[in-house]
C-alpha cells in the first residue's frame, strides 16, 4: 500500500523542481533551439527557393541568349546577302559601264579613222587634182598647138563635166 | 512480450508471497534469512537517507549511506531540520523517529514529511544533468550558428525535432508552438529519469506515484487551461447524441476529463515500477535458492530485462509526452470530430495492462 500513496513532501519537490526546471530549459535551452532550429529550416528554404528561382532565371537567360544568336545569325545572314547583292550590282554597273566606255571608245576610233580617211582621201584628191593639172597643164601646152585638138578637148571636157 | 514478462512475474512473486510467514517466523530464529518482498519494496521505495552498499552483514558491516537532510513540519513544534543520521538505527530524535522509512511523531502527533528524501536528491541530480545538457546543446546553437550539428547538438537535435514535429505538430495542430517546452521537458525529465532509475542504487523516481501523480496534474491543468469552447461542447452537447442519452454521456465524458491523465500517472508508475520489480526478483533469485547454480539464469534474464528496460525508459517518456499533446489536441482543437479516440483507447488499454502488473 505504501507504493501507490503519494508522498505530500515529494509532490511539494517534485512540483517545485519540475516547475523550475520547466522555466529555466524553456528559457536557456528550448527558446535558443527551437528559434536556431526554425531559423535553420527557413534558411534551408529560402535557399532553396532561391536556387530554383536562379535555376528558372538561367533558363530564361538561356532562351534569351539562343534567341539573341539566332538573331545574330539571321543579321549576319541578311548582311552576306545584301553585300554579295551589292558586289554582284557593282560587277554589274562596272561591267557595264567599261562595255559602254569600250564601244564609246571604238566609236571614237570609227569617228578618227573617218576623218583621217576623208583628209586622206581629200588629200589624195587634191594631189591627184593637182597632178591632173600639172599633167593638163603639160599636155595643154604640147597639145594647144592645134586649134581643132584645142576644141576637140573642151568638147571633151565638158562632156566630162556634165557626166560629173 | 509485456503480457509474458507479467505473466512470468506473477508466476515469480507466488513462491515469495507464499515463503514471506516461513519468512518471518524464520525471522525470529535466523536474522541472516531473506525476504526477496521486503527487499524489492525497499529498493523501490523512497528513503530518508542514500544507501549505496553495506560491506559486511547487517549488524557490524559498514554501511555505505549518504545521510540526507530531514525536513519536517509539525503543526505543534514548527520546521525542524535536521540530518537523517540522526534517525540511523530506529533512533529518535527531536521528538522523530523513522517506522518502515516513514517520518512519525513520538506523540503520535501530525509530520508533514518535507525531507530530502533519496527521490529528491535523485530529482535534484536529474535537473541538474538536464539544465546541463540543454544549455550545451543550446550553446552549441549558439557557437555554432546556422551550421550543422555537431557533437551533443547532434544527438539531442533528432529528437527534438521528432517531438515537434511528429508528436506536437500531428497531434495539437497550429498552436503546437506554446506547449513544446513543457512536452520537451516531460519527454526528457522523464526518459532522463527512467535511466537514472536504471543505475545500480539509484532511486525509483518516475517508478513513485507522487511524481507520475505530479506530472499527471500539471498535463490536466495545462489541457484544463487551454480548452476552448470546443472541448466543453464535445463533453455537455456531443454532437450526433440524442438528448435523453446525454444523461449518461455527461458524466462519462466529465470522467474523461479525469481519467486521462489518472491513466497517465499508473502508466508511467507501474512500467517502471514492473521493471525495477522484475529486475529484482530475478536477483532475489540467488538469494532464494542460495545456489550459485542459478546466477546464469538470472544474468540472462536480468540482462535482458535490463536491456528492455532501457527500451521502455524511451517508450514510456514518448508515450506520456504523445498522449499529452493528445489532450492538450483535443483541448485546443477548433473542429471537433475525429479526435476521441486518439487517446482513450490505446490509453484505457495500457493502463489496464499496468493494473494488471501491479
Not at chain 1, 42 to 67: F, P, T, V
Not at chain 2, 230 to 258: D, Q, R, S
Request: hydrophobic content about 50%.
Amino acid at each position: 500500500m505504501d507504493l501507490i500513496t503519494p508522498n505530500i513532501g515529494l509532490i511539494f519537490w517534485q512540483l517545485v523542481i519540475f516547475l523550475i526546471v520547466l522555466f529555466l530549459l524553456a528559457k536557456f535551452a528550448w527558446k535558443p533551439i527551437l528559434g536556431s532550429l526554425k531559423e535553420r529550416e527557413d534558411s534551408i528554404e529560402s535557399a532553396l527557393r532561391m536556387a530554383d528561382q536562379a535555376k528558372l532565371e538561367m533558363q530564361q537567360l538561356k532562351a534569351g541568349n539562343e534567341k539573341l544568336i539566332a538573331e545574330a545569325r539571321m543579321e549576319r545572314d541578311k548582311m552576306m546577302q545584301e553585300a554579295t547583292q551589292m558586289a554582284n550590282q557593282l560587277i554589274e554597273q562596272a561591267k557595264s559601264k567599261a562595255t559602254e566606255e569600250g564601244s564609246r571608245m571604238i566609236m571614237q576610233a570609227r569617228e578618227a579613222i573617218q576623218n583621217e580617211k576623208q583628209a586622206a582621201l581629200t588629200e589624195v584628191k587634191n594631189t591627184a587634182a593637182k597632178l591632173s593639172i600639172d599633167i593638163a597643164e603639160r599636155i595643154l601646152r604640147r597639145e594647144l598647138a592645134d586649134s581643132g585638138s584645142q576644141q576637140q578637148l573642151v568638147d571633151s571636157y565638158l562632156k566630162d563635166v556634165k557626166l560629173n | 512480450m509485456k503480457r509474458l514478462l507479467i505473466a512470468l512475474f506473477c508466476i515469480l512473486s507466488l513462491p515469495v508471497f507464499a515463503n514471506e510467514p516461513a519468512a518471518t517466523q524464520a525471522e525470529a530464529t535466523d536474522k541472516e534469512a531473506f525476504s526477496p518482498g521486503e527487499m524489492i519494496l525497499h529498493h523501490i521505495g523512497d528513503a530518508h537517507e542514500w544507501h549505496f552498499a553495506t560491506l559486511g552483514d547487517e549488524e557490524h558491516g559498514t554501511h555505505l549511506t549518504l545521510p540526507l537532510p530531514v525536513i519536517a513540519y509539525q503543526p505543534t513544534k514548527g520546521l525542524s531540520v535536521f540530518s537523517s543520521s540522526n534517525l540511523a538505527h530506529g533512533q529518535a530524535y527531536n521528538g522523530l523517529k523513522l517506522e518502515h522509512e516513514h517520518l512519525v511523531a513520538e506523540d503520535g502527533g501530525k509530520v508533514y514529511d518535507f525531507s530530502i528524501t533519496k527521490n529528491v536528491a535523485s530529482l535534484l541530480l536529474s535537473a541538474l544533468i538536464l539544465l546541463l545538457v540543454f544549455t550545451a546543446v543550446a550553446r552549441g546553437y549558439r557557437k555554432n550558428h546556422g551550421g550543422a550539428p555537431r557533437g551533443i547538438q547532434s544527438f539531442f537535435e533528432p529528437i527534438v525535432v521528432f517531438i515537434r514535429d511528429e508528436v506536437a505538430k500531428k497531434s495539437i495542430g497550429p498552436k503546437y508552438e506554446r506547449y513544446m517546452p513543457y512536452l520537451l521537458t516531460i519527454f526528457f525529465f522523464i526518459w532522463f529519469n527512467n535511466l537514472l532509475g536504471l543505475m545500480p542504487g539509484a532511486a525509483n523516481l518516475t517508478g513513485n506515484i507522487a511524481v507520475t501523480m505530479t506530472l499527471a496534474l500539471l498535463t490536466l491543468i495545462i489541457t484544463l487551461a487551454s480548452s476552448n469552447s470546443n472541448y466543453w461542447h464535445h463533453i455537455f452537447a456531443t454532437p450526433g447524441v440524442p438528448k435523453p442519452l446525454l444523461l449518461i454521456m455527461i458524466p462519462v465524458e466529465l470522467i474523461g476529463i479525469v481519467v486521462k491523465p489518472f491513466s497517465l500517472m499508473i502508466r508511467l508508475f507501474a512500467n517502471i515500477t514492473a521493471g525495477h520489480i522484475v529486475v529484482l526478483s530475478f536477483i532475489s533469485l540467488i538469494f532464494i535458492f542460495q545456489s550459485i547454480f542459478i546466477s546464469p539464469v538470472t544474468l540472462a534474464f536480468g540482462l535482458f530485462i535490463n536491456v528492455l528496460e532501457l527500451l521502455v525508459a524511451i517508450l514510456q517518456a514518448y508515450i506520456f509526452t504523445l498522449l499529452t499533446a493528445m489532450y492538450i489536441g483535443g483541448a485546443v482543437e477548433e473542429h471537433h470530430d475525429a479526435d476521441y479516440q486518439m487517446g482513450g483507447g490505446d490509453g484505457a488499454d495500457e493502463a489496464h495492462v499496468a493494473r494488471a502488473a501491479h
